[in-house]
């Protein structure tokens, strides 16, 4: 399954667009959220590769053995550190040190509203570009494998569905966009839901 064509001039266009914030409670309204709650900031690398058959973008598979999202499909990115100057700083740190991304492959086109997840981060996605190809290396610790999708695809809001399971008790409604073997769904589709819809609008 492919989309309508969608290069990197039709995104630029699209990121002109207004956005809104999003977050894993859209689909959910009945979901109360604790009030006083303290979100933690952290951002995320939606990060396009150049390709023969069109703009690609890089995605992550969790490690199966970790805490937290294990085997989840995820962009690079984590929490803001001490150490970062900027959330930019931030998504820029983990992709390096999660696949091998260097710095200076790397242009920021534009920083996305929050999305809150249901872990209590306020999650700022950071649209970029890559300058030129790398070799991905996965951080074994976090990352079992790097992959790319089609943005054609992952821009086309047909290819999302809504799906349920049970959350704490209570069923809850989530995004999915499954690509071949990989099952893209809660967070990270609800971002690139969010940057279809620019796209489609």
Excluded at 59 to 81: E, M, N, V, Y
Aim: no cysteine.
């Amino acid at each position: 399954m492919m989309g309508r064509p969608v290069d990197l001039n039709i995104l630029r266009a699209a990121l002109e667009r207004p956005a809104t914030p999003s977050s894993d409670y859209d689909l959910n309204p009945d979901i109360a959220l604790p009030e006083g709650r303290k979100l933690r900031p952290a951002a995320v690398l939606i990060a396009i590769a150049d390709a023969p058959g069109g703009a690609e973008v890089i995605l992550t598979k969790r490690a199966s053995h970790l805490k937290h999202h294990p085997g989840q499909i995820a962009f690079p990115g984590g929490k803001l550190d001490d150490g970062d100057a900027d959330l930019v700083s931030a998504a820029l740190r983990e992709a390096e040190e999660e696949i091998g991304l260097p710095r200076d492959l790397v242009s920021v086109l534009e920083l996305m509203p929050i999305h809150e997840t249901v872990t209590s981060y306020e999650v700022t996605p950071v649209i970029a570009v890559l300058n030129g190809d790398f070799d991905p290396v996965p951080e074994l610790g976090e990352v079992a494998e790097i992959f790319r999708v089609p943005l054609a695809f992952l821009m086309d809001p047909s290819a999302y569905r809504v799906e349920r399971r049970r959350w704490r008790g209570v069923w809850r409604q989530f995004y999915v966009v499954p690509y071949g073997p990989y099952y893209i769904w809660g967070a990270t589709a609800r971002m690139l839901k969010s940057l279809a819809d620019r796209v489609e609008s």
